[in-house]
């Protein structure tokens, strides 16, 4: 006698049937985001708007600079290749459109951070100027070494070389290995974010994908970092391709022989720049 066959409820068959789909889903996300990481690994090319924000009211040195160039907010590009990272920084325009020509540039390995101070002091140079015609006496045009290394930086602004030295961003690791899903609360909507390890200065680095754009060659990512010793936090929102990218250090080099100078030229412009100040709140 042949036994009854077993009624299947049918709503169990469509749960067993959601949660396959649900489960290929999780792991089709999770083989795109390996891919997508180990394809970072060896280069990318990236364009991001960014925000830095002091974590007190003590703020640091690299930050008031960047204020005074109207930078705290901006558009950065660039390249990352293993333990290398090459920025250009923009200023925005009033419209909120990208400026053509940027305003410092930083080249950062696991050896030195180097600040393109000759294209600040360019630019920093035309903001006065464009004040006061006059300041253009004072203020020559730019004759040395381009870069100068963070030791110099931290001379020049009397400050600690750890409170401008950036190496530790070059040590981040982009692997899956030691990834923490984790949900800020800056997060964006169809994001996933992870946060990597902290690195050696306590620095530490979030990373949100768009799931939507996990297939395409171009990701959208946003980023939230804070770095303890500059007492900041930054964030950032764009794209990353990845690219095969080889980076070498700025060739354009401060002598230490010229840093005296550079101490000088950066007192003019403090004092140009007190005058320009003190002359519109008197006009106001």
Known sequence: MTSPKKRVNPLFVALAVVLVAVAAAVGVV?????????????????????????????????????????????????????????????????????????????????EETLFDIGQLYTVLRQAVTDKLSLASVLLPEWSLGDYISQTQAAAVLGVET????????SGFTLSLKGLKKVSPSAARDGYRYYQFPAAADGSTLVLGFSTDALFSKTTPIHVLLT???????????GTVTSAKTVLSPPASRMSDEDIATLAQIRQSVESVWKMIQSAAQTTN
């Open 30 to 110: 999770f083989f795109q985001l390996h891919s997508k990481i180990s394809a970072l690994q060896t280069g990318a090319s990236f364009t991001f708007r960014y925000e830095i924000a002091p974590n007190s009211p003590d703020k640091p040195p690299l930050l008031n600079i960047l204020e005074r160039v109207n930078a705290s907010s901006g558009s950065v590009s660039g390249q990352y290749a293993p333990g290398k990272l090459q920025l250009s920084f923009y200023q925005l325009n009033e419209d909120d459109s990208v400026k053509t020509s940027p305003f410092t540039r930083v080249y950062i390995d696991s």
């Open 162 to 169: 750890n409170k401008v030295e950036l190496q530790e961003l």
């Open 227 to 237: 770095i303890p010793d500059h007492n900041v936090h930054i964030q950032l929102t």
